[in-house]
């Protein structure tokens, strides 16, 4: 991530200093700064009810059910994830509520399975092959439901919003399996670096 | 009727989900409020962990933006894409996707009051936005929520679905709405 960050902040400055937008840029720094900000205060609210109703579905017993069901498919996406594992009834949970265009609740669910599965990670700093794989799938955003575009659609004058529901499906849902092809392949040629043992 | 549907599956889902976990909880004898609580005080936590990585990526895509990188990088790319079948004017919009959900949203809503929400090109819009998700926006918010830097392969694969999903956005568009 490191060098993808440098590289956008100096492409930037670069390309700013030829187009003469150094203005627009030093601007946009100040925008963004206050507007990562704001995004993440305002999730706090969402996060907290919803971080406070997966508690109950967890205490309950309801994770765990779903992690049960879903387990055909898991244990081969998560080998890593131990059979039952409240962590993979969050990862099911999370990708059938975005899926249903549910984005709200889908990220603070999310967040519950990445810290379930923080707590199997030996080096917390980095990236394990079932937080890689429930990412890439994650982020192939298979859609049931896409209710932002869908809205955008009605609110432009479409006359049939609902027709680019089939093409979403089946798009997002080849998108995923791309995503697990392409996750399972290079995780193969990214090896956890192991740092010394003074690093908890 | 398959917009009502989907109307009512959107309006439906949270206030089911919520009813199905309080009531099993109720039936199970939980102590309710206490446990809502306790997860809920995570809230604040997970909030205020992510806003260093989310500054930290807003301000560079945003600087990138800003700067008219993806002018340039839009004349690069369109040779090939105009090849795929791709309009000229999609390009942004590919390009933002998984950098700006916001900004994709925006362009889109652009394009659709520009050539009107019943044309082809508008169509092919929303399949491209709903056809990929903001990863760069996924990857730092869950990645930063658990203090992980290092992303490994995350990214690239994140990226590659993205490509997948615009190409076959592209061609599904082509063949359906044209």
């Known amino acids: 991530m490191g060098y993808i960050w440098v590289f956008l902040i100096v492409v930037s400055i670069i390309v700013a200093i030829i187009n003469g937008r150094i203005q627009e840029v030093t601007q946009a720094i100040i925008d963004n700064a206050k507007l990562g900000v704001e995004i993440s205060i305002s999730l706090i609210g969402i996060m907290a009810f919803w971080l406070g109703i997966v508690k109950l579905a967890e205490k309950s017993g309801i994770i765990k059910f779903i992690a049960k069901l879903v387990e055909p498919i898991t244990n081969w996406l998560f080998p890593e994830i131990p059979k039952g594992h409240s962590a993979l009834g969050n990862i099911a949970m999370n990708i059938s509520a975005n899926a249903l265009g549910v984005t709200n609740a889908a990220t603070p669910i999310g967040i519950k399975a990445m810290q379930e599965m923080q707590t199997l990670n030996k080096q917390k700093d980095t990236a394990t092959n079932s937080m890689a794989t429930f990412l890439a799938i994650n982020t192939a955003g298979f859609q049931i439901v896409p209710a932002s575009v869908i809205a955008i659609l009605v609110a432009t004058g479409s006359k049939n919003p609902s027709e680019i529901v089939g093409p979403t499906i089946l798009i997002t849902l080849f998108g995923t399996i791309i995503a697990i092809i392409a996750v399972k392949i290079l995780q193969n040629f990214f090896p956890v670096k192991s740092v010394g043992e003074e690093n908890d | ?178």
């Open chain 2, 1 to 178: 009727m398959i917009k009502e549907f989907l109307n009512c599956i959107s309006l439906y889902t949270i206030p089911v989900i919520l009813l199905v976990i309080l009531i099993y909880a109720l039936f199970k004898k939980v102590s309710i409020y206490e446990t809502f609580v306790s997860g809920a005080k995570e809230g604040f936590k997970v909030g205020v962990m992510i806003i260093p990585y989310l500054v930290a990526i807003l301000v560079a895509i945003g600087m990138f933006r800003a700067s008219g990188a993806i002018d340039i990088l839009t004349a690069l790319l369109a040779p090939i894409l105009n090849k795929i079948g791709m309009p000229a004017e999609l390009l942004p919009l590919a390009i933002i996707r998984p950098l700006s959900g916001s900004g994709a949203l925006g362009i889109m809503a652009e394009i659709a009051s520009e050539h009107g929400a019943n044309s082809f090109i508008a169509k092919m819009a929303a399949v491209m936005v709903g056809c990929s998700e903001t990863t760069f926006y996924v990857l730092t918010v869950y990645f930063g929520s658990v203090g992980i830097t290092k992303f490994r392969h995350a990214l690239w694969a994140g990226l590659i679905a993205d490509i997948a999903g615009i190409l076959a956005a592209v061609t599904i568009s082509n063949i359906i709405f044209i």
